[in-house]
């Protein structure tokens, strides 16, 4: 969790959210938390941007570390 000036996003990173349970693991921490800050995973093995249907920003390492507001 990235917290100050006011806003507060949570980040969880991945090598691969490939593999038999991977998405559903780095999905539950967010499943657990009960409010409506951003939450985003960064993940080393892909590029660009997706928002799944939960509302978590799916994101690419080398994309996150290129735009100063991928997350958001």
């Known amino acids: 969790m990235a917290d ?9 990173v ?13 999905m539950r921490p967010f499943q657990e ?3 409506a800050y951003p939450k985003a995973i960064i993940v080393a093995d892909q590029r660009g941007r997706s ?4 509302g978590v920003v799916v994101l690419g390492l080398v994309d996150f570390l290129l735009d100063e507001h991928s997350i958001l």
Do not use: F
Not at 4 to 12: A, C, E, F, N, P
């Open 14 to 26: 991945a090598w691969s959210l490939e593999g038999e349970g991977v998405y559903e693991r780095e």
């Open 4 to 12: 100050g000036l006011g806003s507060r996003v949570y980040v969880q």
């Open 51 to 54: 928002v799944e249907p939960n």
């Open 33 to 35: 938390i009960g409010d």
